[in-house]
């Protein structure tokens, strides 16, 4: 079964700049959408941000709508979410997710994300 790495975590101020990476363990993988959610404490898991995957289409939660953008890198099969002006409530464990299911048409945070990322920790200060 493949996996999913995430690294690029760590402890930043308001307002810097993050960037994850998630890196399958199978060169040739592939998926219907990759996407990224996070896990606040105390707090249910929240989409984030989610691309189809040879396809158009991005999607991002409204939390984070102007600030953070997910691509993949066709080479390395690397999935990133760079993340910009990054706020206290941004911080959280990050997950990176595969939808190996489809249909095509179905709404990127509604695909069934069954391969999951053991996800990386996201701190902000202020």
């Known amino acids: 079964q493949v996996h999913l790495v995430e690294s690029g975590g760590g402890l930043v101020q308001a307002g810097d700049s993050l960037k994850l990476s998630c890196t399958t363990s199978e060169r040739t993988f592939s998926a219907y959408a990759m996407g990224w959610f996070r896990r606040a404490p105390g707090k249910e898991r929240e989409f984030v941000a989610a691309?189809?995957?040879?396809?158009?289409?991005?999607k991002y939660g409204d939390s984070v709508k102007g600030r953070f953008t997910i691509s993949r890198d066709e080479d390395s099969n690397t999935i990133y979410l760079q993340m910009n002006g990054l706020r206290p409530e941004d911080t959280g464990v990050y997950y990176c997710a595969a939808a190996t299911r489809g249909p095509w048409s179905t709404p990127l945070p509604d695909f069934d994300y069954n391969v999951w990322g053991q996800g990386t920790q996201v701190t902000v200060s202020s």
């Open positions: 691309r189809r995957w040879n396809r158009i289409g991005s």
